[in-house]
Nanobody
């Protein structure tokens, strides 16, 4: 069992940077693929980024590629999402997720409660 707690969400202006954190407890995350998803009001939840436990391979949605960076610190059981050049369309609740096994952009076993990111224009 893995518990995930996101933090770092807040209101920022377009062009700003923000770093989200996801703290995991219950079991070390070193053997999990960790992902970030987001859900904007009235829209379905969408994949943002993931980092595999295999060689820390990273994956990004086209909409955030080049602006967002995912990383993990297994010693701290924490995953980060560095978000640069934020746009109003990045406004959403951001969720951290974990899955056993290799990369996936939609099939995760554990989810956090989410943290709100609001980007004002």
């Amino acid at each position: 069992q893995v518990q995930l707690v996101e933090s770092g969400g807040r209101v920022v202006q377009a062009g700003d940077s923000l770093r989200l954190s996801c703290a995991a407890s219950g079991r070390g995350i070193s053997v999990y693929t960790m992902g970030w998803f987001r859900q904007a009001p009235g829209k379905a939840r969408e994949f943002v980024s993931a980092i595999s436990w295999i060689r820390d391979n990273t994956y990004y949605a086209d909409s955030v590629k080049g602006r967002f960076t995912i990383s993990r610190d297994n010693a701290k059981n924490t995953v980060y999402l560095q978000m640069n050049s934020l746009k109003p369309e990045d406004t959403a609740v951001y969720f951290c997720a974990a899955r056993r096994g290799a990369y996936s952009n939609n099939d995760y076993d554990y989810w956090g409660q989410g943290t709100q990111v609001t980007v004002s224009s």
